[in-house]
């Protein structure tokens, strides 16, 4: 991390660590518990997109990349990982600064501990584990824990493409064996069987899901 970054990140009140090596940064971060790392992928002598990796299943913190690295794959490679961002060098420090407090704004929102989450018609009660339809007039169904999550962190970023790992909550369930893709699958097999096709859980390849709500067309009036 450059003089110039840490001392725009101090002036804008963040506590900083700086570490030049991956054993460093995991001390580092036992000491501290930070919410957020920024990762040159030349950090050391290890593989960056494997620290990665492993800060992500392992710790809590959001992960930005930081890089000279500019090639596409580079990118893929580093956001399949389960980074919440990739910043390629030379950077403008606003931007950096920027991008830093969306992701910490993001994470917070996914966080946040409310026990009922509202899309449309759809009310998802993170407290019963269950999601209904205009108060449970039209349908009601019920979800595990895991599945509760899952679908509360898709609701909260509603349009938004969610890696495995972030749907995987750090560990909670494994993104590296498929497991994160069969609660999905059970998530819509639930929606489809209660007949909330309003709510579309769709793959961005290579990389998570998304969540649309797609609110059914009203019958059309018929001429007598």
């Known amino acids: ?59 809590s913190a959001a ?3 930081i890089t000279g690295r500019q090639e596409l794959q580079d990118r893929i490679d580093g956001l399949d990982a389960g980074a919440d961002d990739y910043i390629v060098k030379p950077f403008v ?29 759809f009310q998802l009660d993170t407290i019963n584990q ?27 970023q509603y349009g938004r493409a969610i890696s495995r790992d972030r749907l995987s909550s750090r560990g909670a369930v494994d993104a590296s064996d498929r497991s994160i893709d069969v609660h999905i699958g059970n998530i819509r097999r639930k929606l489809r069987e209660a007949a909330m096709d309003e709510l579309v859980i769709t793959p961005v390849r290579g990389f998570g899901y998304r969540l649309r709500y797609e609110p059914l067309e009203p019958d059309a009036d018929h001429d007598d």
């Not at 919410?35 to 992500?56: K, Y």
């Not at 931007?95 to 449309?120: F, K, N």
């Open 93 to 121: 420090i606003d931007e950096v600064l920027a991008r830093i407090r969306a992701v910490l704004r993001r994470r917070a929102i996914e966080s946040d501990p409310a026990e009922t989450i509202v899309l449309g018609p």
């Open 63 to 65: 992960v930005i990349i």
């Open 130 to 156: 269950t999601l209904d339809r205009n108060g449970g007039q039209d349908a009601c169904l019920t979800l595990t824990g895991t599945e509760t999550r899952i679908l509360g962190i898709l609701l909260r």
């Open 1 to 59: 991390m450059g003089l110039a970054l840490q001392r725009n990140l101090k002036r804008a009140g963040y506590q900083v660590v700086h570490v030049d090596s991956g054993q460093a940064l995991r001390h580092a971060y036992r000491r501290t518990q930070a919410q957020l790392v920024l990762l040159d992928l030349n950090l050391g002598a290890e593989d960056g997109i494997d620290l990665a990796r492993e800060l992500i299943a392992t710790t």
